[in-house]
């Protein structure tokens, strides 16, 4: 079946440290998008990239999706203590169902 | 702030017992979503409400019965759960239809746990 796949599924960096967390579907993606869940809270969107080799940036945030739109990536610049949480990766899932989640990576930040 | 609303925010039942989550968005969404999500694991989707028609149940176990009564409302009944159904619920909202997976928009969930 349909999977998207994400590493590492835990890490943790220095504040200031750069971060990546990558995602892999096992299929063709119409589009793919982002969410960061803290700890304790919800799944909050981020962003959603349609585009074949989209690159788009948010603050410290910057997103990839691939030119074959089965991968994608999220790379944090100079991590911060709030930047900690799970992010997680979903696309649209084939044969009659919604978004398939990643995952997730959980990012741990020590001062 | 978040802009789908989840009441209760924790809920303690008796594996007897009835109860009901509920959920409401004011955005105009038309597609409405419940999901359930174990620590350390991503959400796990339950139910797909789509104009207020029930479009996808994820072979979900009848003890969960959901309900949409208007565009803005969704309803989790809940009868007769197993301590494994201890979880968050999140309810989610999106402003197209389900189809080609359109971003959600989350309430911060229920916390279940079942005794």
């Known amino acids: 079946g349909q999977q998207v796949m994400q590493i590492p599924q835990y890490q943790h960096v220095q504040e200031g440290e750069d971060f990546t967390t990558y995602c892999n579907s096992s299929t063709t993606l119409s589009n793919i998008q982002w969410y960061k869940q803290r700890p304790g809270g919800h799944p909050v969107f981020l962003i959603q990239?349609?585009?074949?080799?989209e690159v788009k940036k948010q603050k410290r945030l910057t997103f990839q999706f691939g030119e074959a739109k089965k991968n994608s990536s999220l790379h944090i610049t100079a991590t911060q203590t709030t930047d900690v949480g799970t992010y997680f990766c979903?696309?649209?899932?084939?044969?009659?169902?919604?978004?398939?989640f990643g995952k997730g990576t959980t990012l741990s930040v020590s001062s | 702030d978040t802009e789908v609303t989840q009441t209760p925010k924790h809920l303690v039942m008796g594996m007897t017992n009835k109860k009901s989550l509920k959920c409401e968005q004011h955005?105009?969404?038309?597609?409405m979503y419940w999901y359930k999500q174990k620590a350390k694991k991503p959400p796990e989707l339950m139910f797909v409400y789509s104009y207020e028609k029930l479009s996808i149940n994820e072979s979900v176990p009848s003890r969960f019965s959901p309900e949409c009564p208007n565009s803005s409302l969704l309803n989790l009944h809940l009868h007769a759960l197993q301590p494994e159904d201890s979880a968050l619920y999140l309810c989610a909202s999106s402003q197209g239809p389900w189809r080609g997976g359109q971003p959600q928009h989350f309430g911060d969930g229920t916390r279940l746990s079942i005794l």
């Open positions: 990239l349609v585009k074949s080799g």
């Open positions: 979903a696309g649209p899932g084939q044969a009659g169902t919604a978004l398939i």
């Open positions: 955005m105009g969404h038309r597609a």
